[in-house]
C-alpha cells in the first residue's frame, strides 16, 4: 500500500522558515517523479513544485520560485520542502504527490499558517 506522510508544517509569522518532509513507503521512492501540493481554503490544489526521480532536476511555480526549494533522500524514502520568505498568501495545507506535475491533494497532509 501507497502512504505518503508529511510533516513539518506549523504556525510561522511571515518571512520565516518551514521545513516541509514527506516519507513515502509501499513503493520504490528512487524510481519516481514526485510533486509537493498545495490547497488553501476554498482553493483547488495547487501544483507547487517537483523533482525528478534522481533528484538532479527541479521546477516551481512562480509563486515560489527563489523562496522554497524542493529535495529528496531516495536512501530515506524522503522527499523535502524549504520554503523561506513565507508569506500570508502560503497558507494552505500541504501534500506529497507522486508525479513532477500532479495536483493531487490526498492524505492527511501538513498544515502552514503564515499569519503576524
Known amino acids: 500500500e501507497v502512504q505518503l506522510v508529511e510533516s513539518g508544517g506549523g504556525l510561522v509569522q511571515p518571512g520565516n522558515s518551514l521545513r516541509l518532509s514527506c516519507a513515502a513507503s509501499?513503493?520504490?521512492?528512487?524510481?519516481?517523479?514526485m510533486s509537493w501540493v498545495r490547497q488553501a481554503p476554498g482553493k483547488g490544489p495547487e501544483w507547487v513544485s517537483g523533482?525528478?526521480?534522481?533528484?538532479?532536476?527541479?521546477d516551481y511555480a512562480d509563486s515560489v520560485k527563489g523562496r522554497f526549494t524542493i529535495s529528496r533522500d531516495n536512501a530515506k524514502n524522503t522527499l523535502y520542502l524549504q520554503t523561506n520568505n513565507l508569506k500570508p498568501e502560503d497558507t494552505a495545507v500541504y501534500y506529497c504527490?507522486?508525479?513532477?506535475?500532479?495536483?493531487?491533494?490526498r492524505g492527511q497532509g501538513t498544515q502552514v499558517t503564515v499569519s503576524s
Open positions: 504527490s507522486i508525479g513532477r506535475r500532479s495536483r493531487s491533494a
Open positions: 523533482i525528478n526521480n534522481g533528484g538532479s532536476n527541479t
Open positions: 509501499g513503493f520504490t521512492f528512487g524510481a519516481y517523479d
